[in-house]
C-alpha cells in the first residue's frame, strides 16, 4: 500500500526556497486524495527584536502583515489549485515550532521545507532551521531541493550549482 500524506506542513519564510517548498506540496496534496490538507507556516522570531532597545510592538505587527500577506497568496494559489489549504502565523523559536509544536497541534504526517539558504558560515554560527527540522522532527521531513520538473535550482547567489 503506498504512503498517503494528509496534513501537510510547509513553512514559509518568503524565500525562494519556500516558494520551491510550496509549488512542490501542493502538487504531493493533489496526489494525496481529497482528504489530504496543507498547512502553511511563518514564524516570526522573536529572538530577532529582543536586542533592540527601541523595540515597540509596531516592529512585530509589520512582519506580521508581510507574512500576511505572503500566506493570503499562496494560500489562494493553493485553493485554486483545488487543494485544501490553511495557514497560520507562530512566534517565537522558529526551529522548535516548525519541528514540534505545530506538527504536533496539526497532526502533521510531512513537513516539506526548502533546502537552507544559508552559506556555511552562517550554518555554523546561527545553524539551519532546515537542518534542525530534519533531525528533531516528530513525522517525515522532505526537504527540497529541485523546481517542479526535478531539476536543481540556481542558487540566489547566481553561482553554479556544484554537481
Do not use: W
Not at 49 to 74: G, P, R, W
Not at 92 to 114: C, F, N, R, Y
Request: glycine share 6%; with cysteine; net charge negative.
Amino acid at each position: 500500500m503506498a504512503q498517503q500524506y494528509k496534513h501537510i506542513l510547509v513553512p514559509i519564510d518568503g524565500s525562494h526556497e519556500a516558494e520551491l517548498a510550496f509549488k512542490k506540496a501542493v502538487a504531493v496534496t493533489q496526489r494525496n486524495g481529497a482528504d489530504a490538507e496543507l498547512h502553511l507556516l511563518h514564524v516570526v522570531d522573536t529572538r530577532a527584536f529582543q536586542n533592540i532597545s527601541s523595540f515597540d510592538t509596531t516592529m512585530v505587527e509589520q512582519v506580521t502583515e508581510t507574512a500576511k500577506k505572503t500566506l493570503d497568496k499562496y494560500a489562494a494559489e493553493a485553493k485554486e489549485a483545488g487543494v485544501k489549504c490553511e495557514y497560520s502565523i507562530e512566534y517565537g523559536a522558529p526551529k522548535s515550532i516548525i519541528a514540534q509544536d505545530v506538527p504536533k497541534e496539526q497532526g502533521t504526517d510531512l513537513i516539506m521545507i526548502g533546502a537552507t539558504g544559508l552559506n556555511a558560515v552562517e550554518r555554523l554560527l546561527i545553524g539551519s532551521v532546515t537542518e534542525y527540522v530534519t533531525r528533531a522532527a516528530i513525522c517525515d521531513v522532505l526537504v527540497v531541493r529541485t523546481d517542479l520538473e526535478n531539476k536543481p535550482v540556481t542558487p540566489a547567489d547566481g553561482s553554479k550549482e556544484s554537481k
